[in-house]
């Protein structure tokens, strides 16, 4: 299982723009970049998915570089509600299952 | 659309009494169903999968179990619990695609 590093908090203002990275030197060629958003007492909360180059839906965008080592998410002028943990995770889709790890997420606290 | 439920939203449980915690998806159909546990401020870790009726997959030797008696239904079982068993547990489920969690336990030993 590839194993992820994030940046363990980040502190932002509202309104800005965060981008937190995260690193997966031994992505595999099935495996696929997927970010949770989890609230405290709550189960995590699937936010988006790519495999590379760049993803965007209503609420975030995902780059992922060429050698797809690294991917970062973008979330566009964040408020109060955006603090949270998030969790990059890799994993293989195509199959039956999914094993993936998650590790302990990027702390975000959104700042007035 | 298809939704998951996981209760009791909270258990508060004397040592060395058994747990048992279900959980059900709705909206679709031979899910892969996954428990994990979330210990305070730390990640989850995967318990135990399933990708069909029967068939569990375990991650972590421990003195929980888990079975699959229909589709969609998934539970965890204990016959004695530890201390050690405290914290958050979570159900999710896929189809191929992410997987999609419930709201999850929060399982207190006493």
């Known amino acids: 299982l590839a194993k992820t590093t994030q940046p363990i908090s980040m502190d932002s203002y509202e309104g800005q723009e965060v981008n937190i990275t995260c690193s997966h030197n031994?992505?595999?060629?099935?495996?696929?970049i997927t970010w949770y958003q989890q609230f405290p007492s709550q189960g995590p909360r699937f936010i988006i998915q790519?495999?590379?180059t760049k993803v965007t839906n209503e609420v975030a965008s995902l780059f992922i570089p060429a050698d797809r080592k690294s991917s970062t998410l973008s979330l566009p002028r964040v408020s109060l509600s955006d603090t949270a943990v998030y969790y990059c995770?890799?994993?293989?889709?195509?199959?039956?299952?999914?094993?993936?790890?998650f590790g302990t997420g990027t702390k975000l606290q959104v700042i007035p | 659309s298809q939704t998951i439920h996981q209760w009791p939203a909270t258990l508060v449980q004397p040592v060395g009494s058994p747990l048992s915690l279900e959980c059900t998806v709705e909206?679709?159909?031979?899910?892969?169903l996954y428990w994990y546990r979330q210990a305070a401020g730390r990640g989850l870790q995967l318990l135990f999968y399933?990708?069909?009726?029967?068939?569990i997959s375990s991650e972590v030797p421990q003195n929980l179990s888990a079975s699959r008696p229909q589709d969609r239904q998934f539970i965890l079982s204990s016959k004695k619990l530890l201390l050690s068993d405290s914290g958050f547990y979570l159900c999710?489920?896929?189809?191929?695609?992410?997987?999609?969690f419930g709201d999850g336990t929060r399982l207190s030993i006493l």
């Open positions: 999710a489920w896929s189809g191929g695609g992410p997987q999609h």
């Open positions: 909206g679709t159909s031979n899910p892969n």
């Open positions: 031994n992505i595999a060629t099935n495996d696929y």
């Open positions: 995770l890799v994993g293989d889709y195509g199959r039956g299952y999914q094993k993936v790890t």
């Open positions: 790519g495999y590379k």
């Open positions: 399933s990708v069909g009726i029967g068939q």
